[in-house]
């Protein structure tokens, strides 16, 4: 199995920046992309942003141009940098690590953080 430990969720007042970490242990093999989900009040859990192991990444329309995920292979750790944050952006941010075999992918997900944007 695999373990995710989410940290660095808060409050911050709109144009704020908060950056969270996801470390990732167990059983990591072919974990091959890591990401980030959101979920807010009466809304379905959303991809914000994704990587892969070579450093692809893909992220919600919503977004871009504000958040910038990165990764540390070495320690396993995925990295959200929120910046310019608006009160849309308050939800349970999740860390998620995907598996994938023999096409067909297997999720793992962490306890979530979170991240509320208000004045």
């Known amino acids: 199995q695999v373990q995710l430990a989410e940290s660095g969720g808060g409050w911050v007042q709109p144009g704020g920046s908060l950056r969270l970490s996801c470390a990732a242990s167990g059983s990591l093999f072919r974990v091959y992309v890591m990401g980030w989900y959101r979920q807010a009040p009466g809304k379905q859990r959303e991809l914000v942003a994704s990587?892969?192991?070579?450093?692809?990444?893909n992220y919600a329309d919503s977004v871009k141009g504000r958040f910038t995920i990165s990764r540390d292979n070495a320690k396993n750790t995925v990295y959200l940098q929120m910046n310019s944050l608006e009160p849309d952006d308050t939800a349970v941010y999740y860390c998620?690590?995907?598996?994938?075999?023999?096409?067909?992918?297997?999720?793992?997900w962490g306890q979530g953080t979170q991240v509320t944007v208000s004045s």
């Open positions: 990587i892969t192991s070579g450093g692809s990444t």
């Open positions: 998620n690590a995907r598996k994938t075999i023999n096409l067909t992918e297997y999720h793992y």
